[in-house]
């Protein structure tokens, strides 16, 4: 499965982005998809994911509220709106997809993108 991210880029405080990701020649409407992010020196974190199994949500606490992942009406994209950045959320931004993700880390994904770079900053 060959994944690729879109829609990173340069935005002020407050402002919103919409990356996207789109799988190559595979539908993923019955896979687990999730969005992660990285900064040097960290680790991986998962910030929002779609089940596999049931198609639960989850997001990690410091996006709640600003972040929404969702499916696209093409069976093979999913994206992540984010809303009210913050400079804490520069980072590199990956999508990646599982048949189950049981839950929202790098090593229950098994498929991933390239980064796509989010640059919040005045």
């Known amino acids: 499965v060959q994944l690729q991210a879109f829609g990173g880029g340069l935005v002020q405080p407050g402002g919103s982005l919409r990356p996207s990701c789109a799988a190559s020649?595979?539908?993923?409407?019955?896979?687990?998809v999730g969005w992660f992010r990285q900064t040097p020196g960290k680790e991986r974190e998962g910030i929002s994911c779609i089940s596999g199994r049931d198609g639960t949500i989850y997001y990690t606490d410091s996006v709640k509220g600003r972040f929404t992942i969702s499916r696209g009406s093409a069976q093979n994209t999913f994206y992540l709106q984010m809303n009210s950045l913050r400079p804490d959320d520069t980072a590199v931004y990956y999508c990646a997809t599982d048949r189950w993700g049981e839950r929202c880390t790098p090593a229950d994904f098994e498929f991933w993108g390239q980064g796509t770079l989010v640059t919040v900053s005045s």
């Open positions: 020649e595979f539908r993923l409407d019955y896979y687990a």
